[in-house]
């Protein structure tokens, strides 16, 4: 499984006393996803017991809330290629996922990750 930030605009302002630049933004959520990894990879495998070829990438859009730094409004991009079950592995992971100290400014992103069965 492989991980990609495609993209971080910072959007909005509210009363906060830290604020990240775009890089410690792409920085403090890659190290957030990446605590996920080991329940996405435990999704993957049981997608692959059904589906032993499932593969592909899934895109997700979604914000990082300012002050609480949690991760919301996660939905899919169209690009996703994976099958629908290997997206909702990623979605349900990164539901509980959030950067701290939050910040005052809410991020917007899109993060993808690549799956592929094992040879």
């Not at 890089?23 to 996920?36: C, F, M």
């Not at 589906?51 to 991760?71: C, D, L, Q, R, Y």
Request: aromatic share 6%; net charge neutral.
């Amino acid at each position: 499984m492989i991980r990609a930030l495609r993209l971080l605009p910072l959007l909005g302002l509210v009363a906060c006393a830290h604020a990240r630049t775009a890089a410690e933004y792409s920085t403090d959520t890659g190290a957030a996803l990446s605590q996920k990894d080991s329940d996405i990879k435990a999704c993957y495998d049981k997608v692959l017991q059904a589906t032993p070829k499932a593969a592909g990438t899934v895109t997700v859009n979604f914000a990082v809330e300012p002050k609480s730094g949690k991760i919301v409004d996660a939905k899919l991009d169209t690009q996703s290629t994976a099958p629908a079950p290997v997206g909702q592995c990623v979605l349900d992971a990164i539901q509980t996922a959030s950067i701290a100290p939050g910040d005052r400014n809410r991020g917007e992103a899109s993060w993808a990750w690549t799956f592929q069965p094992p040879q």
